[in-house]
């Protein structure tokens, strides 16, 4: 059974940093897309970021590239978001979220993602 927590989100202020991390267990990561979603009060949930088994693609929404860096350590089962020049409108809960097939996936795909698993979500909120 595929489990995925995460941790690190906070209260921080416009411009801070923070790293979110999302340790995986149930099976190992290393063969499957991993990624991070977030939802705001009152609006869907959307993939901001995505990462291939190998870490070698990478995607970012428009909103978040050049801020957000995803990364992952398949040896620790763990994939990581660091979020730096936060913004408010950057405040959401912040989800990890694992493919279920082996794969390479596009922006399309990840912009369209559709994932069957989730961890419980990690606050963010960003003060002006």
């Known amino acids: 059974q595929v489990q995925l927590v995460e941790s690190g989100g906070g209260l921080v202020q416009a411009g801070g940093s923070l790293r979110l991390s999302c340790a995986a267990s149930g099976r190992t990561i290393n063969s499957y897309a991993m990624g991070w979603f977030r939802q705001a009060p009152g609006k869907e949930r959307d993939c901001v970021t995505g990462i291939n088994s190998n870490g070698g693609r990478t995607y970012y929404a428009d909103s978040v590239k050049g801020r957000f860096t995803i990364s992952r350590d398949n040896a620790k089962n763990t994939v990581y978001l660091q979020i730096n020049s936060l913004k408010p409108e950057d405040t959401a809960v912040y989800y990890c979220?694992?493919?279920?097939?082996?794969?390479?996936?596009?922006?399309?795909?990840?912009?369209?993602?559709?994932?069957?698993?989730w961890g419980q979500g990690t606050q963010v909120t960003v003060s002006s």
């Open positions: 979220a694992e493919e279920q097939t082996v794969g390479y996936y596009s922006d399309a795909y990840y912009y369209n993602w559709a994932p069957p698993y």
